[in-house]
């Protein structure tokens, strides 16, 4: 069975997409941490970070850019957010599929990374 980002990416599971290419997906998370609370996949499935090879680094980058060009849309670029990546079981990582976490809305001074 596939990952539930990759069933997502099918549209085999319901999400509220809010961006999409043809190699990126980002969605709201279902379980918010945050007031805004997104998740950047890529569409090709890297289980972590740890599994990007150099052929696949540009990925990393569009990632990041996309990030970018959500948190000015969603209006939190000028008053600050975070970008998560976890990394492994030990690091939380949940789901087996990169992504990052696109935090803010509010203050997350204290926020665990």
Do not use: T
Request: net charge positive; with cysteine.
């Amino acid at each position: 069975m596939a990952c539930i980002f990759c069933q997502i990416i099918k549209k085999e599971i319901p999400a509220q997409i809010v961006y999409e290419d043809e190699e990126i997906l980002a969605f709201k998370d279902i379980q918010p941490k945050a007031k805004i609370h997104l998740l950047i996949i890529p569409k090709k499935h890297f289980v972590s970070l740890n599994k990007v090879r150099k052929k696949d680094k540009e990925i990393l980058g569009k990632l990041l850019w996309q990030a970018k060009l959500l948190a000015k849309e969603f209006k939190i670029s000028d008053s600050g957010y975070k970008i998560v990546i976890n990394s492994g079981k030990d690091a939380g990582q949940v789901v087996e599929h990169l992504h990052l976490h696109l935090l803010g809305g509010e203050e997350l001074k204290n926020f665990p990374i």
